[in-house]
């Protein structure tokens, strides 16, 4: 990609990140196809892991399209994720949110 298209990206997919309402998650595909990228899934992800000291977006939101918290389950930022998640009401059981129930859009 050229670097006014990765900016261009990288601006579609932090709004989305963004808009997604307290209470519920995305995947990584489902924001890089929202964001018109539907192969670029972890570019999502790389974009999320290199976000700005004190973000406020709320990265906890986006997870892994098998509906898991995609940390390793005993890292200080899989329990991170998953008190944020369960503080807005998403219920997390051994790091799986039922899409079905929870999945934005």
Known sequence: MQEEAKEAFR????????????GYVATYGQIAGLAGAPKHAR?????????????????HRVINSQGKISFPPKSDKFKQQSDLLRSEGVQVLGGKIALRQYQWC
């Open 11 to 22: 601006v579609r997919v932090f709004t989305l990140i963004g808009a997604i309402p307290a």
């Open 43 to 59: 570019a999502v992800g790389y974009l999320l892991k290199h976000l700005p000291a004190g973000s406020s977006l709320p990265w």
